[in-house]
Structures are given as structure tokens and as C-alpha cells.
């Protein structure tokens, strides 16, 4: 099989059957169009005829080109990921990637926001204009529910209910319901009923929150939204739009919160991706030990 008749059939696979988002679709198509392009360079072969000698190669050569034990891994996850399906597809009868073992790493706990940093970047935005009220909505409405910044600009209007206090959020096929506090309803319902009709370019725009030329926000727009007000803040943490969402899940943690409920809310799918931030909070409780005991 050629390779680009192997990359559409994963794909494909990637898509439809594995719902991956489009950020971990990109990685592993660009991992599996880099091993292409070595195996073409290096052994003048094509992906379905890689051997496992060949494939190990490859893994030693990003090793030995300064990749990142992240980025290897990630690779190799790519790679096992690919052939497993083909095998399965019956296209190869033997998997050359069954004995590929990404090299061991140490997780690096997220970075949060303290109480105090979190309060300080949601009194920047003044609502003295269009532009001052959207930004403090969309800034409650992220710390309030822990959504990804993907899932905060693909709200539509409808998607959000005011007297109950929740905003339904869809992504990979899921849907989940998540509750708002008073504050974030307060600056949703001010920006939806006061700003939002005179900003939109259309009567019949369902976008949540538009820019200022009347069409949905992009993720590069609230990145510099954000950017912006952590500078006015003054906070000197590197803050992005996934610091909210893991300050979000580590505070309700940290406030006596199910890791279950948090898991549901977060939308992960596996609860080890939600168990990080028990580890977080430990490690803070250490932290505030170590500097506080007198004997410590």
C-alpha cells in the first residue's frame, strides 16, 4: 500500500471510528508523515513494508536528533497507534511496532492560578463597554466550568440556560451539562441581554460570543484577550487558556469536590486524566507544610 492511501485509511480511522480532536488528529498524522518520509529516505520502503528493525531505527533517530521524551512518546504512541489498525484491517498480518516502548518520563503537574490570581484576573475586564462585557462573560463562563478554549468559542446562544444555571458543551460526539455560579450567570445574562444584540453581524448569528466583527470568536482572539488581561493583572505566571480549566478542576479538588463529578465536568474520558490534579493538590499541601511546621 502507498503511503498516502495509508494515511487516508488512518485518517479515516482517526475521525470516524476513534472521534480524535482535531489536535491529536494533526499530531499523529504529522508523526506518521514524518515516518514516511524517513522510511522513503532511509530504506527506500513504504510504511506497510516497515520491519521492526526499521521501525526501531526510526525511534533511535529522533532520539539522536534532540526530540523530546514527550515527543518520542508521543510518536510512538503514532506509530503503535497506525499499525495496530492496519493489522486489524488485515492489511498486514504481523504488528512491527508491538515491541516499540516510549522511554519513561516524569509528568509535569499543571501550573494553577491561587484563589487570589484567579479573583485579580476576573476584576480586569470593566464593563463600561461592548468589548468589556464580553470579555468578563467569556472569562467567568471558562473558570466557572472548566471547558477547553475549543469548547468555550464553539458555544452557540442555545446552548446556555440562565434560570437553571448550566451550559450544555458538545465535543467528540459528547454531551455534558455543567452548572454556572451566580457571578458567571450574573455576566452571562448582562453581556447576552445588554451587548450581544448590538455586536453580532447577523439577526440570526448563534455564536455565544462574536468578535468585533460580529462572527465567532477564534481561539487566537481570546488568546490575546487573555494575554492582555493577565498583563493588566500583573500576574507573572505564563497564563493560557488551559491554566483556567486546571485551576477550575484543582479548586473544586481542593474544596472537598467528587474526582468523579470533576471527571464528568472536565469531560475526560479516562479518570487518570482527572487524577492529576490530586497529585497537584498534595504536593501543594506538602509545599504549605514544608514553610509553615516549625519543625519541617
Not at 533517530?61 to 518520542?72: D, I, N
Not at 481570546?222 to 484543582?250: C, M, N, V
Amino acid at each position: 500500500m502507498k503511503n498516502a492511501q495509508c494515511m487516508e485509511l488512518f485518517e479515516k480511522y482517526l475521525r470516524e471510528e476513534k472521534k480524535a480532536s482535531e489536535n491529536t488528529l494533526g499530531s499523529y498524522l504529522r508523526d506518521i508523515k514524518q515516518l514516511g518520509e524517513y522510511l522513503d529516505t532511509h530504506h527506500d520502503c513504504e510504511i506497510t513494508d516497515a520491519s521492526e528493525s526499521e521501525l526501531g531505527e526510526y525511534i533511535e533517530y529522533l532520539r539522536g536528533a534532540g526530540k523530546s521524551v514527550a515527543t518520542v512518546s508521543r510518536c510512538i504512541a503514532s506509530v503503535k497507534c497506525l499499525y495496530t489498525h492496519l493489522c486489524i484491517k488485515q492489511i498486514l498480518e504481523t504488528n512491527p511496532a508491538l515491541k516499540l516502548v516510549p522511554d519513561k518520563c516524569t509528568q509535569k503537574l499543571p501550573e494553577i492560578l491561587t484563589d487570589k490570581e484567579i479573583d485579580l484576573l476576573l476584576e480586569q475586564p470593566e464593563c463600561v463597554d461592548a468589548k468589556g462585557y464580553r470579555d468578563k462573560a467569556m472569562l467567568e463562563l471558562l473558570y466557572a466550568t472548566g471547558i477547553r478554549v475549543s469548547e468555550l468559542i464553539d458555544l452557540n446562544i442555545s446552548d446556555v440556560n440562565l434560570s437553571a444555571a448550566i451550559i450544555r458543551c458538545e465535543s467528540k460526539a459528547k454531551t455534558r451539562y455543567i452548572p454556572l455560579y451566580q457571578k458567571a450567570v450574573k455576566a452571562l445574562s448582562e453581556y447576552i441581554t445588554l451587548v450581544r444584540p448590538q455586536m453580532i453581524a447577523m439577526p440570526d448569528e448563534p455564536s455565544l460570543f462574536v468578535n468585533v466583527s460580529g462572527e465567532r470568536m477564534s481561539r487566537q482572539g481570546f488568546w490575546k484577550i487573555l494575554k492582555y488581561y493577565q498583563k493588566k493583572a500583573g500576574i507573572e505566571k505564563d497564563i493560557t487558556p488551559h491554566t483556567l480549566r486546571h485551576s477550575f478542576a484543582a479548586h473544586l479538588l481542593e474544596n472537598g469536590a467528587d474526582i468523579h463529578a470533576i471527571q464528568e465536568m472536565l469531560g475526560h474520558a479516562d479518570i487518570s486524566s482527572t487524577q492529576v490534579y490530586s497529585q497537584l493538590v498534595k504536593k501543594q499541601l506538602k509545599d504549605v507544610y514544608n514553610k509553615a511546621h516549625p519543625r519541617a
